[in-house]
């Protein structure tokens, strides 16, 4: 039987450039947003982040997601 993967999870983790080192390298945080529809298209995800980033006052930097899946082969 072959095997099949089911995303059963995803997160969505914003990287925000919050300022800048003495050095001059940027200052990024980061924000996770768990239990994000795994149905969601790249378009739905990408509206949802840039709408945080008006909330966050600063500019995204990334923008990533993770996904959780499970294999099953019987």
Do not use: C, H, R, W
């Amino acid at each position: 039987m072959a095997a099949t993967s089911t995303k059963t999870l995803t997160s969505l983790n914003l990287k925000v450039k919050t300022g800048v080192e003495i050095k001059g390298n940027d200052v990024i945080k980061s924000v996770t947003i768990n239990k994000v529809k795994s149905s969601a298209v790249a378009q739905d995800i990408y509206d949802t982040a840039k709408a945080f980033e008006t909330l966050f006052a600063f500019p995204l930097d990334q923008i990533l997601t993770q996904d959780s899946n499970v294999i099953a082969g019987i």
